[in-house]
């Protein structure tokens, strides 16, 4: 196989389509909630709805990973997912009815996997395993700074114009990114390497049960589960507790908790990539389930509104490392395969699995046993994501080199 060398064009085209991306997809988040609100559906309609979004993405993520590894053409992937996401934004805009909400939010879920695993795989087949720490800082880098714009833009939309008026944007910004997507050049896109096939048996793909017996893939995902576990509930139950306790702050402090880490994990995404590359993977992943115990526990302990957001840093700090390792870990894991999208659809699903429990679990326990036992039941997950990683957790990139190292089979 060829060494990699995309051009500057392709490299710029998938800078700015995961910023445009990243601008298109904020608005399925609060802003969802605040929409339907302001149309008078009630709150259990609107959990309906958002569950309708999570389940289908939840369910899209192997196929969609076993799809990309399939499939030449990646970019036409995202191209499909962008003519979904526009559909579902304009649906929710033009017809605030449970038929067309549901139907919107369903077309968006079928994207929230796919999009990801497409880019990675794009981002993979340009510049190749040895790059692709560069590759995924980059991406970190611009879908983050994305975020952070977009959640303060299309907060003012709503505000200032209509609620309904950031699922217009939404639509509108799918030209951009699309327009992007066309400056990736698609013969610069290696089949092979988008998917970690071996370099003498471009088509070839290993069993499926090869997988199951892939210790560090099965370790790796356990730890995400983990993870989001812990995560997902952390911000949530903080924003509970902080408009139970400071109710006329609340609104200005929220979207400080959600910008402060966006803005962290875009400054610290490309040197956070460069140190996965030089000093490997394990001690990052370690880094990262000690901040998010370290947050949880002074989430626990919050001394005002304005203390949760400077502890929010870390929250940008275990948003950067998860993000960026969790393509490098699993790429380091099925080098050689040809299963790269599909392990990384399974550990996104295992990832999403654990979130979703996370936020009906620890809601009950936040309800019966107050605010304090909640975050630390996440102290205590996080604790133990800690002892899986530094117990039993190799570490990946020394593995992945010695693999590129031997000589595959013809």
Not at 8 to 36: C, H, K, M
Not at 110 to 135: D, F, K, N, S
Request: one cysteine or more; aromatic letters at 10%.
């Amino acid at each position: 196989m060829q060494a990699p060398h995309p051009s500057a064009r392709s490299q710029r085209g998938l800078d700015w389509l995961n910023f445009f991306i990243a601008d298109v997809e904020t608005a399925f988040g609060p802003f969802v909630a605040v929409y339907l609100t302001t149309e008078g559906w009630k709150q259990g309609a609107i959990g309906t709805a958002i569950t309708v979004n999570t389940a289908i993405a939840l369910a899209t993520q192997l196929p969609a990973g076993w799809l990309t590894d399939r499939l030449h053409s990646k970019r036409l992937i995202v191209a499909v997912c962008l003519a979904c996401i526009a559909g579902g934004a304009l649906l929710i805009a033009l017809w605030p009815t449970p038929l067309f909400v549901f139907a919107g939010e369903a077309l968006h879920g079928i994207t929230g996997g796919a999009v990801r695993i497409a880019i990675a795989a794009i981002g993979l087949g340009l510049v190749g395993h040895r790059a692709l720490h560069t590759r995924v800082g980059r991406n970190h880098r611009y879908d983050s700074f994305g975020n952070a714009v977009t959640a303060g833009g299309m907060g003012a939309l709503g505000q200032l114009v209509a609620p309904r008026a950031p699922f217009f944007a939404a639509a509108a910004l799918c030209l951009p990114a699309a327009f992007f997507l066309t400056r990736i050049r698609g013969r610069e896109i290696n089949y092979a390497r988008a998917r970690q096939g071996a370099r003498d048996r471009e088509d070839a793909q290993a069993r499926w049960r090869d997988l199951l017996r892939n210790h560090p893939l099965l370790i790796f995902a356990a730890c995400l589960f983990l993870f989001q576990f812990t995560n997902a509930s952390m911000l949530p139950l903080a924003g509970e507790r902080l408009a139970a306790q400071h109710g006329s702050e609340s609104e200005l402090v929220t979207s400080a908790l959600v910008i402060v880490p966006q803005t962290v994990t875009a400054l610290i995404a490309t040197w956070m990539a460069r140190k996965a590359d030089e000093r490997g993977r394990k001690h990052l992943l370690l880094a990262a389930f000690a901040a998010l115990l370290a947050r949880a526990v002074l989430f626990a302990f919050a001394f005002g509104p304005w203390f949760l957001v400077a502890v929010q840093v870390l929250g940008g700090l275990t948003a950067a490392v998860i993000g960026i390792l969790t393509p490098l870990v699993v790429a380091d894991c099925t080098c050689g395969t040809g299963r790269y999208n599909f392990s990384l659809g399974a550990v996104g699903m295992i990832a999403g699995v654990g979130a979703a429990i996370s936020t009906t679990l620890i809601g009950f326990v936040a309800q019966e046993f107050g605010f304090t036992c909640g975050f630390a039941v996440l102290a205590a997950t996080a604790l133990i994501g800690v002892a899986i990683l530094w117990l039993f957790l190799p570490e990946t990139v020394e593995q992945a080199r010695t693999a590129e190292e031997l000589p595959q089979p013809a």
